[in-house]
């Protein structure tokens, strides 16, 4: 068995079609793999679903549930994986409450190919390195109480 990496899954969430077949062709083509959601609720539904998304790049402006009220939904369950808001609004106190509320980063539309992959490659080592931190953690606390009993 080699050491080969699953492609790792982004969920794309946004109300506008051709925005998520844009977003989810541009990461798919770097070797990511997407699903995408037309909705906040969808995309709850899709979380909840019980598959898994590394990262989910969403949208802040939507209707029913808007990016900011899917980013505390999401973060209370899915602590680990980062969220990445994306915004038409150049209003830096939108990006600020977003990024208050547990967003990892934002981007604003209309943004550069090679800004959405760095951003997304960016969220998911900041992710890979805080599990890869708690695993070392938890190990070293175990070595611990083995010693000392």
């Known amino acids: 068995?080699?050491?080969?990496?699953?492609?790792?899954?982004?969920?794309?969430?946004?109300?506008?079609?051709?925005?998520?077949?844009?977003?989810?062709?541009?990461?798919?083509?770097?070797?990511?793999?997407?699903?995408?959601?037309?909705?906040?609720?969808?995309?709850?539904?899709l979380l909840d679903s019980g598959e898994e998304y590394e990262l989910m790049l969403s949208d802040l402006m939507m209707a029913e549930l808007d990016g900011i009220g899917l980013l505390e939904r999401t973060k209370e369950r899915y602590p680990d994986m980062p969220v990445v808001m994306v915004t038409a609004v150049h209003d830096i106190s939108v990006a600020l409450a977003a990024i208050r509320n547990g967003a990892y980063d934002y981007l604003c539309k209309p943004f550069e190919r090679e800004?959405?992959?760095?951003?997304?490659?960016?969220?998911?080592?900041?992710?890979?390195?805080?599990?890869?931190n708690r695993a070392y953690q938890t190990r070293l606390e175990e070595l611990v109480a083995a010693r000392t009993e």
């Open 1 to 45: 068995m080699g050491n080969e990496r699953l492609p790792e899954r982004v969920l794309v969430v946004d109300d506008e079609e051709p925005i998520r077949e844009v977003v989810s062709t541009l990461l798919s083509s770097a070797g990511y793999k997407c699903k995408h959601a037309g909705s906040g609720l969808e995309a709850l539904a």
């Open 115 to 132: 800004q959405l992959l760095a951003t997304v490659r960016r969220a998911l080592e900041n992710r890979r390195l805080k599990l890869e």
